[in-house]
């Protein structure tokens, strides 16, 4: 049991000051991000937070921690077949 918890059995939660310090745990990967958008892989589902020149401060992937810094405009979670979508979509963005 001990180990499976230290494989990465995280807890997910949300920590937002003033719209623009923004702490989230329970991060499993960082799926994308740039300074509009990131597209987090939580323990509880995929997640995608958009705002404004927002930056990645701190990634602790041992704890499953990331601390974004920027204006947070919103934080949505999106369904399996959002992903996808939404990942074409950064795709096709990204080669345009």
Excluded: W
Excluded at 17 to 45: A, P, W, Y
Excluded at 65 to 85: F, H, M, P, Q, W
């Amino acid at each position: 049991m001990e180990k499976q918890e230290a494989m990465g059995s995280y807890t997910h939660g949300l920590s937002l000051t003033e719209r623009k310090n923004l702490i989230v745990t329970g991060v499993k990967k960082i799926e994308n991000f740039d300074t509009e958008q990131f597209l987090l892989e939580t323990s509880m589902g995929f997640m995608l937070v958009k705002g404004e020149e927002l930056e990645l401060i701190k990634l602790d992937t041992i704890q499953g921690n990331v601390s974004i810094r920027g204006l947070v405009n919103s934080i949505t979670y999106l369904e399996d077949g959002a992903k996808k979508t939404k990942e074409n979509g950064i795709f096709n963005r990204l080669f345009k």
